[in-house]
């Protein structure tokens, strides 16, 4: 049985283009779980109750939700960024 990935193991083993790899995939993840998030947060403040239109007022809260999801999404992406450049500068 194969210790790869399991929590003894050391991490100077593990190749760092594969760490730097599983630490993007484990961000995409966060950030994924972040989306899925706030859209639930969005419908549940935003739709009363699902029909055939929206009236003006829940379109009205929808647009201005997807306009702070672009904002948060923004802030992220920025920050996950920085975080990169930091730990490629060491």
């Given amino acids: 049985m194969s210790s ?3 929590a ?7 190749d760092p283009e594969l760490q730097d ?3 993007a995939e484990n961000e995409r993840a966060r ?4 989306i899925h998030e706030f859209n ?3 419908w549940d403040k935003c739709v009363e109750k699902p029909s055939n239109k929206l009236d003006s007022r829940t379109e009205t809260c929808l647009a201005n939700c997807v306009n702070r999801f ?6 992220i992406t920025q920050r996950f960024a ?6 490629q500068g060491m």
């Fill in 82 to 87: 920085q975080s990169l450049q930091k730990s």
């Fill in 8 to 14: 003894d193991t050391p991490k100077a083993n593990v």
């Fill in 31 to 34: 950030l994924s779980a972040q």
């Fill in 21 to 23: 790899f599983l630490m």
């Fill in 70 to 75: 672009v904002d948060t999404s923004l802030l």
């Fill in 4 to 6: 790869f990935g399991s």
């Fill in 40 to 42: 639930d947060i969005c």
